[in-house]
């Protein structure tokens, strides 16, 4: 059981670019999420679904949009890439059912911008 | 606004006993958890508490007090592998989890 994927683990990509970090979990939870997380900052919520079909805007979502066709993948685009988009990104997933739904988290993408 | 406050950085020797203090103001509460992270790795889960009071797991236990919007983790005999950042996030009233910035805690022999 593999649990949670990201691709790539790492890019650098030129500003104005388009990027699409990739996200799979196998462990048929409903709800995912993408966080970046930044030296000094604590980890913030970017985008999130709560189920298949539907997503959610979370505390930083602007210039990032994320799709969820279905319950394993939750990609997360970057339409247009600026410098201030580096950062390591975490996708996580959580179960709603489960009393304290603690949420686990990928590997993580760690993506610079120039 | 929201905010979740932890000290930057502790230090402390290996065998010992360390506390890591959190306090937190957001809207809403529904339970605080512990996420240990290893540089250059992923959080992973360390401890949930949603009732004021105590709970051990192992070497390390977690407390919270609702009324005064504190917690801390307690690690007990630390080890060199303890060597990590401990993040304190609390699940507001949209059940969306604020994060605070981490506490690095440095092992020494």
């Known amino acids: 059981i593999a649990g949670i994927t990201q691709a790539p683990t790492s890019q650098i990509l030129a500003a104005g670019r388009r990027m699409t970090l990739r996200c799979t979990q196998d462990m048929r939870h409903n709800a995912m999420y993408w966080y970046r997380q930044d030296l000094g900052l604590g980890l913030r919520l970017i985008h999130y679904?709560?189920?298949?079909?539907?997503?959610g805007k979370g505390e930083v979502p602007d210039g990032y949009s994320v799709s969820r066709a279905n319950t394993d993948d939750f990609p997360l685009t970057l339409a247009s890439a600026v410098p201030s988009q580096t950062s390591v990104y975490f996708c996580a997933s959580s179960d709603s059912q489960v009393p304290h739904n603690e949420q686990f988290f990928g590997p993580g993408t760690r993506l610079t911008v120039l | 606004g929201q905010n979740i406050d932890q000290p930057t950085e502790m230090t402390a020797t290996e065998g010992a006993i360390v506390q890591i203090n959190c306090t937190y103001q957001?809207?809403?509460?529904?339970?605080l958890f512990w996420y240990q992270q290893h540089a250059g790795e992923a959080p992973t889960f360390l401890s949930y508490?949603?009732l004021d009071g105590l709970e051990e797991k192992g070497r390390f236990s977690s407390f919270l007090s609702r009324s005064k919007g504190y917690s801390y983790l307690l690690l007990k005999e630390l080890q060199m592998k303890d060597s990590a950042s401990y993040l304190c996030?609390?699940?507001?009233?949209?059940?969306?989890?604020?994060w605070g910035a981490g506490t690095k805690l440095i092992i020494k022999p």
């Open positions: 957001t809207s809403g509460f529904n339970g």
């Open positions: 996030a609390v699940r507001d009233s949209n059940y969306q989890l604020i």
């Open positions: 679904s709560n189920t298949a079909g539907t997503t």
């Open positions: 508490n949603v």
